[in-house]
C-alpha cells in the first residue's frame, strides 16, 4: 500500500511555481495578483483564507485579503466584485464560501468575471469543462487527478466511482475521470445498496462530508481510495470520508487526511491564479 502524500506533492509543485516567477516577471512586469474575499469571522473559513494568502506568499505571488461584515448586503458584495472585475491589477477573484445565509452564493459566482474565476465555478467554465473546452477546472477535482498522475495511476479503461454529487467535487471529479477514459459512477444519497457499487471500484473517491464513512468492507482489494473529506471529530483531530484503519491494508493507494487531498486542492489554486494572470496577459 502506498500513501499518496499530497504535502509532499504540494511542495515540490509550488517549488516549480516559485522558480517560475522570475521569468513571469521578467515577461510581464508582475507577479500574479489574487484577492480573497472573506464575508464575516466564520474561523474555518479564517483558516482557508489564511492558508490561501500563505501559499501565495510561498509562491513568490501577490495576494490581497478583503474581509468584510457579515451583514454586508448582497448589493455591496456584488459592487465589490465589480470592482475587482474592472481593476486590471487583479488577475484572480475568490469569494470564500459558505456565505452568510442573506447572499445568494450562485448570484456571486455568476459575477466573478469567468476569466477571473480561480475557483472555476462560473457556469462558463463549468460549461466549457462538460463541453472539453479550455477552463479553468475547480481546484480539489484538478488536484485529485494531478496526484494520480504523479503516482503513475492510469484511469483508463477503470471502474471509478464517486461518491457525492456536488458542484465543487462530485461532479467535476467524475467529468474528469471519464475525460481520463474511467467507467464513471457517481453514488449519492440516495443510491440504493452502496457497498455493491463501491466494491467494483478500482478509484473509489469519497465527497461526502462523513467522517469514517468508508469503511473496509466497502472496498476492493488493491483499489485506489481518494478521500476527499475534512470533518472535524469531537477530539478537534481532523478525520476523512474514509476509515482510513481500516480501509488502507485493502488499498493499493490511499490518501490521508489531513495531508492528502487538501494541500493540493490550495496549491492548483495557485496554478489557476498563474493561469488566469497568463491567459489575461497574453490575449492582449
Ligand atoms: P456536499 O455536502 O455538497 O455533498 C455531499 C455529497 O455526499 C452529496 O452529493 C450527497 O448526495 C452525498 N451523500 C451524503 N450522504 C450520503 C450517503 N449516506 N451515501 C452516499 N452519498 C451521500 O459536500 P462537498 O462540498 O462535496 O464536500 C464533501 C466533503 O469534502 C466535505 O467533508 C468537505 O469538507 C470536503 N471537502 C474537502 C476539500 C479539500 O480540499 N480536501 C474541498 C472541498 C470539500
Redesign the pocket.
Known sequence: MTIIDGKALSAELKAQMAAGMPQIIERYGRVPHLVVILVGENPASQTYVRNKAKGCETVGMKSTVITLPEDITEADLLQQIEALNADDSVDGILVQLPLPKHIREQKVIDTISYEKDVDGFHPMNVARLWQNKPCIVA??PK?IMEMLKAYGIVPNGKRAVV????????KPIAKLLLDANATVTI?????ED?PSITREADILVA????PK?VTADMVKDGAVIID????RQEDGKLC??VDYESVAPKASFITP?PG???P???TMLLQNTIECFENRMTAR
Open positions: 481546484c480539489t488536484g461518491i457525492g454529487r456536488s458542484n465543487i467535487v462530485g453514488a449519492h444519497s440516495r443510491t452502496l465527497a461526502i462530508g462523513k464513512f476527499v473529506g475534512i470533518n476523512g470520508d487526511v492528502g487531498v487538501g493540493m486542492t490550495i
